[in-house]
């Protein structure tokens, strides 16, 4: 059961991921320029897994 909760969460991770590195590749900035400085693909896992991530989701979709 906890494996498949974490796949599920994982695609939105991934897809965050993949956006953040679409978007900073126009600035010629890569994942390795990323890995000095931070774990961009945990960091994009933990957004996605916060509890204030789903406050903030319900939020914007209450209005």
Known sequence: ????RLGIR???A???LADM???ASQ???TLDTFDWVADLPGN???AVVS??????TEWA???
């Open 1 to 4: 059961m906890r494996s498949a």
């Open 10 to 12: 994982r695609k939105p």
């Open 14 to 16: 991934t897809a965050l």
């Open 21 to 23: 590195l679409h978007a």
């Open 27 to 29: 600035h010629g900035v």
């Open 44 to 46: 994009c896992y933990a």
């Open 51 to 56: 509890p204030l991530h789903a406050r903030t």
């Open 61 to 63: 979709t209450a209005s």
